[in-house]
């Protein structure tokens, strides 16, 4: 992502970014290519689906993109987690009806309207009278009402059809279950191999989660952790301390929490990640109708607009772009509607009343004075040096009017910044100058014309680390005059 590898760049147009899942609709090169085109920054492996060589070859296809166009791409591996189901019925399915008793056990008959097996002993052992379990996805929902040896005896409280391996959530237990599998560790090694940005945990309950994450990537990946479960949202300040980004999986937290409770969890782990510095995408079902519609409907426009109004980093396709009939127009609408968003007044407004408080850091420090700098003179961008990415991460953090441009002489750091609301960030590689400030206010001014930030005449601000070339806080801020 050098020079000689740089397209002619059109100006940042839009602050929030977009991620893209691939699959079956959206796996060849020249799709990856369209999507990219179409406005995709990050692009989403889902490792529920598919195998090591699909993964593989999409990984590399994304690499061969990001080369082409000259900007950089993050890819992000989802692991599966922990998935809870029961077991078989002899006539495949049953339907239970309101009131009726059903027991769940580790007995491997196949199993009838009395009774199917769970092969999940930790459920067993750890739910207790009046806990809920809810099948297929919340439809059904059972409560128990005593506890045996290996069996739960419940009630029907929410009826329905039930069938074979149907999945079970427990959203008022912690489940003495890891987040990581051995199929996710599996995942999880293969992933890293690639050479991926980031990893996404599923299903995480607790900090330990994280721990265990953070260990086995041994910073080769950031950690991205997905909000799924009610208990995360117990321990949520020290889950996204731990974490590197955060990813709001409305769709299994949609299961385990009441509905009208989901958008105020939303609204919690924005905020709580925007005040920690730390990246966060809103995700799940957000143009689902564009599965099989080429337009979306008017709430789900709403609800994307939502998530920009917020200040949420990035928003994400799921299915839409994965398996639906429509995935370019799909990156297209939602392209559109944040930038249509980040146009109006209101959420320039919003988003300056919903700064986050000092975090009485030295970088810290100098980020909150570049916005006010980048303020008081109208500066067309802020540019900053950042080898590990905490510098653009800071700026970021402060939602500047102006965009910002991250030089960084690593290529995993560049791609990491690409889920980052605002970042246009840019590998620059041994070309960066190690030492003299006069000499990166050169190459600042230099890049920032190029790509399209700023004009003659214009003013930039500069933040860095000096002495340069040193990994530690940035410590130096400067307004630059472009001759």
């Excluded at 009046?130 to 099948?135: E, Q, R, T, V």
């Excluded at 391996?165 to 191999?193: H, M, Y």
């Excluded at 008081?376 to 965009?403: F, K, N």
């Amino acid at each position: 992502m050098t020079d000689s590898h740089r397209l002619t760049p059109a100006p940042l147009v839009r602050r929030t970014k977009i991620v893209a899942t691939l699959g079956p609709a959206s796996s060849t090169p020249d799709m990856i290519r369209t999507l990219a085109v179409a406005g995709a920054d990050v692009f989403r492996l889902n490792f529920s689906h598919g195998s090591h060589e699909d993964h593989g070859a999409r990984y590399a296809a994304i690499r061969d993109v990001e080369a082409e166009l000259g900007r950089p791409l993050a890819v992000l591996a989802d692991l599966q987690g922990p998935k809870l189901r029961v077991g078989t019925f002899v006539d495949g399915r049953v339907t239970l009806g309101k009131g009726d008793r059903f027991r769940l056990d580790l007995n491997d008959a196949p199993g009838d309207v009395h009774r199917v097996k769970l092969p999940h002993p930790e459920i067993l052992s750890a739910a207790e009278p009046g806990s809920h379990l809810l099948l297929d996805d919340g439809k059904l929902r059972l409560r128990v009402l005593s506890r045996g040896e290996g069996s739960l005896e419940t009630v029907v409280e929410v009826g329905g059809v039930l069938s074979d391996r149907k999945g079970v959530n427990v959203p008022d237990v912690i489940l003495p279950i890891p987040a990581l599998t051995e199929k996710d560790r599996r995942d999880f090694e293969f992933a890293l191999s690639l050479g991926v940005e980031y990893i996404a945990l599923s299903f995480v309950q607790r900090p330990e989660d994280v721990e265990e994450a953070r260990e086995i990537a041994k910073g080769a990946a950031w950690i991205m952790t997905k909000l799924e479960k009610p208990q995360a949202m117990e321990r949520l300040e020290d889950i996204i301390r731990l974490s590197d980004a955060l990813m709001v999986a409305r769709g299994d937290l949609g299961v385990e929490l009441p509905p009208e409770e989901v958008p105020v969890a939303q609204k919690r782990a924005v905020r709580e990640a925007r005040r920690q510095g730390k990246p966060v995408i809103v995700a799940t079902q957000m143009l689902e109708s564009m599965i099989t519609s080429p337009t979306p409907t008017r709430a789900e426009v709403s609800d994307v607009s939502n998530a920009v109004f917020d200040g949420a980093d990035a928003v994400m396709l799921s299915a839409e772009s994965a398996a639906g009939q429509y995935p370019r127009e799909a990156v297209e609408i939602m392209a559109r509607v944040t930038a249509r968003i980040e146009r109006d007044p209101e959420w320039r407004t919003r988003l300056h009343a919903l700064r986050p408080e000092r975090d009485g850091s030295t970088g810290g420090a100098i980020a909150e004075a570049a916005w006010h700098v980048a303020q008081a003179v109208h500066a067309s961008a802020v540019v900053t040096y950042t080898q590990t990415g905490q510098g653009a991460l800071r700026i970021a953090r402060e939602r500047p009017d102006c965009p910002v441009l991250a030089l960084t002489p690593d290529d995993d750091t560049a791609r990491r910044l690409s889920v980052v609301w605002g970042v246009r960030a840019q590998s620059v590689g041994q070309e960066m100058p190690i030492f003299g400030v006069e000499g990166v206010v050169d190459q600042a001014v230099e890049l920032a014309q190029y790509e399209g930030f700023a004009r003659k005449g214009e003013k930039i601000v500069l933040m860095a680390g000096l002495p340069f070339g040193q990994r530690g806080s940035t410590n130096t801020l400067r307004v630059v005059d472009l001759p």
